[in-house]
């Protein structure tokens, strides 16, 4: 099936630039149940301001067996959920990178779009694309998910970082003592930190304890989601 | 005296290979410059339509391109593109954007009509009616010879300008408001002139006239 739809997809490189304002991009599945649109890189692109974001393309087994996995993954949010969140495009492609450093996503509501580097951390990739789908929902949505509120869940004596690229706390195991945190990732700065509980919620890590802190965040993901979508159901 | 001379077969077969070759040349020439000699004329008389209030007439230098439109898909789209026709704003205005066997876009009433045509803002006019609300949440296959409307790289920016695409662009949906269909004279939009080097065109076509059928 997939061979046969790369060799009837019509080039619509030009199209596709109109629309989302990347170069180099087919489509790749259009035919979706919630209405997402998958695109691939055919060559390596450059965007952004002072064309500081950049991507690969890759080869057409990783991209069949890259889609297989995400659109598996991203099945699980409606038609009507991603219309409210604002995305619609996912662009597959590899070695995906801001200012020359590697990143696993790069989220754009306002163009609706959703990069994804197919070769980033084989481990995490699913759990990944969650987490990235949720920087889409929170960069629409600031006003719902306040980070002075959020800030205020964690312990008095607790400092995020100034940013998520100027700290060297980005592993992301899953911690077994949460201590009010899922991941090291977690604690670089408060939108990470929302997202990483997010998409250990989405991807069921999550085991109840008594950590109050960590149940505090999860409650506050749980009911800025409702006020987007009273049927989103983690 | 003057002493006749009889050509021979060689030159009397040069002659006539240069005269066929004239004719050749000339009707070549008529052909090229005439873009539309081999368009079928469309005889609306013929024609029933099942909802004559929804069917606009686009007419262009190779002939009537019929478009039907649909209000219940996109109410107040359409209702806003009637009005801009029935009150003969489209006539006149340029084809500003072409994008050979993709796409034809017209509908800056601003800065695209033939007597006042501005190339530093075409494309950017605006009707003095406003812009109204993009209505993309309806399904709509945009296939071959739909009409939507043009806007900005925001929603809810519609206001005059339309585009015809002459190739199915299933990308559209979601992205466009759809305002309806060409349901007879697609052909005469091929002719419509675009540049090779750009999307927008100089010198451009324009519409002759936008009616209603009704």
Redesign the interface.
């Known amino acids: 099936m997939f061979v046969l739809l790369f060799l009837t997809t019509t080039a ?1 490189s ?3 630039y109109n ?1 989302i304002k990347i170069p180099n991009l087919e ?1 790749y599945e ?1 035919n979706t149940n919630n ?1 997402l ?1 998958y695109l691939y890189a055919k060559k390596p692109f450059t965007i952004g301001i002072q064309n500081n974001i950049s991507c690969d393309n890759s080869d057409k087994k990783t991209y069949d067996e890259k889609f297989k996995i995400i659109s598996k993954n991203l099945d699980r949010y409606s038609k009507k959920f991603l219309k409210k969140i604002n995305l ?1 495009y996912i662009v597959m492609c590899e070695n995906l990178s801001i200012s020359g450093i590697n990143t696993a996503g790069i989220p754009d509501h306002v163009m609706k779009t959703l990069i994804v580097d197919l070769k980033f951390n084989k481990k995490y990739f699913e759990r990944v694309l969650h987490h990235e789908l949720f920087h889409i929902i929170n960069d629409g949505h600031k006003d719902l998910f306040d980070e002075d509120e959020w800030i205020k869940l964690n312990n008095i004596d607790f400092k995020y970082a100034k940013c998520s690229t100027c700290t060297k706390k980005i592993g992301l195991d899953t911690y077994e003592k949460t201590n009010g945190f899922f991941t090291e990732y977690s604690k670089s700065i408060p939108s990470e930190d929302m997202a990483e509980v997010f998409s250990h919620l989405i991807k069921n890590k999550y085991i109840n304890t008594n950590d109050i802190i960590l149940n505090n965040k999860i409650k506050f993901i749980k009911d800025r989601l409702n006020k987007i979508d009273d049927t989103f159901v983690f | 005296m003057i002493k006749k001379i009889k050509a021979t077969i060689f030159e009397k077969i040069i002659f006539v290979f240069l005269i066929l070759l004239a004719i050749f040349a000339l009707s070549f020439t008529i052909i090229i410059k005439n873009k539309c000699l081999f368009i079928k004329e469309i005889n609306l008389q013929k024609i029933n339509f099942e909802k004559p209030e929804n069917i606009a007439i686009l007419n262009v230098e190779c002939g009537n391109v019929i478009i039907e439109l649909y209000p219940e898909l996109s109410p107040n789209a359409v209702k806003r593109f009637k009005k801009l026709i029935k009150s003969n704003t489209y006539n006149n205005v340029a084809f500003h954007r072409v ?1 050979k066997n ?1 796409l034809v876009q017209a509908g800056d009433i601003e800065f695209g009509k033939k007597n006042n045509l501005d190339y530093g803002k075409i494309g950017t006019g605006k009707s003095g009616l406003g812009t109204i609300k993009s209505e993309v949440d309806n399904e709509f296959d945009f296939k071959k010879g739909s009409v939507g409307l043009a806007r900005s790289l925001k929603y809810d920016t519609e206001d005059s300008q339309f585009f015809i695409i002459l190739e199915d ?4 949906e ?2 466009y408001t759809p305002i309806g269909k060409v349901i007879y004279g697609i052909e005469i939009l091929y002719k419509i002139k675009y540049s090779h080097k750009s999307e927008y065109v100089l010198r451009p076509d324009f519409i002759n006239t936008f009616k209603m059928l009704y």
């Open positions: 619509k030009n199209t596709i629309l489509i259009l209405n649109k619609k | 994008i993709k662009e299933p990308l559209f979601g992205e």
